[in-house]
């Protein structure tokens, strides 16, 4: 069964800072990867889509890796700003379903001013 | 277009209740989803639709009931629902294709249910 999990669970950092989310899988055959963020009480935003056979994707000061035989991705923001404050979620598509999606646990970041 | 919506935003039902939550996307997507999330906890897969056809359902108890009446819109039917029921349903949407190269899905502000 295939399991996702993220680290750390919650992270507290100050303005203009950089740094990355950790998400890990325990299958590798997976079709694709994709980072969403989440803000509380809402729905769920989607940042990046990886495709099994890519490395990495780019969105603004967003960028996410896939090291799929290791059963990692990471995020990487860029010059962390206030509005980035939310909690960022890692789903992988399973080859066997690639409809269902498997959420991680989820990391709730927070960007103080 | 890329977004999705859903109504009613709040809804508060007693356990005998019959209600229904709305999902509509205009975005040509074939494939359409219901996701069950409680506080603290990422979303889990009730139902999804393809061509409009039911194809996966992980064994949800009946008392939850979704129907797909065109490409565009989907409903979940709720009906005398346990407290334990209340959660955030989101609904979302994408391509079915896998050549496409994408299955991203799309989400919904989701539907907060709280039942009494």
């Known amino acids: 069964k295939q399991e996702v999990t993220q680290i750390p669970a919650a992270l507290s950092v100050p303005e203009g800072e950089n740094l990355v989310l950790n998400c890990s899988f325990t299958d590798s055959a997976i079709y694709n990867l994709q980072w969403f963020r989440q803000d509380p009480g809402k729905g769920l935003t989607s940042l990046l889509l990886?495709?099994?056979?890519?490395r990495e994707q780019t969105s603004g000061r967003l960028n996410a890796s896939l090291d799929k035989s290791s059963g990692r991705s990471t995020l990487y923001i860029a010059a962390s700003q206030p509005g980035d404050s939310a909690t960022y979620l890692c789903?992988?598509?399973?080859?066997?379903?690639?409809?269902?999606?498997?959420f991680g646990t989820g990391t709730r970041l927070l960007v103080s001013p | 277009d890329t977004e999705v919506t859903q109504t009613p935003k709040h809804l508060v039902m007693g356990m005998t209740n019959k209600k229904s939550l709305k999902c509509e996307q205009h975005?040509?997507?074939?494939?359409m989803y219901w996701y069950k999330q409680k506080a603290k906890k990422p979303p889990e897969l009730m139902f999804v639709y393809s061509y409009e056809k039911l194809s996966i359902n992980e064994s949800v108890p009946s008392r939850f009931s979704p129907e797909c009446p065109n490409s565009s819109l989907l409903n979940l039917h709720l009906h005398a629902l346990q407290p334990e029921d209340s959660a955030l349903y989101l609904c979302?949407?994408?391509?079915?294709?896998?050549?496409?190269?994408?299955?991203?899905?799309?989400f919904g502000p989701g539907t907060r249910l709280t039942v009494l």
């Open positions: 975005m040509g997507h074939r494939a």
């Open positions: 979302a949407s994408s391509q079915v294709a896998v050549l496409r190269g994408g299955n991203e899905q799309f």
């Open positions: 789903a992988v598509s399973p080859n066997t379903g690639f409809q269902k999606l498997v």
């Open positions: 990886i495709q099994s056979s890519q």
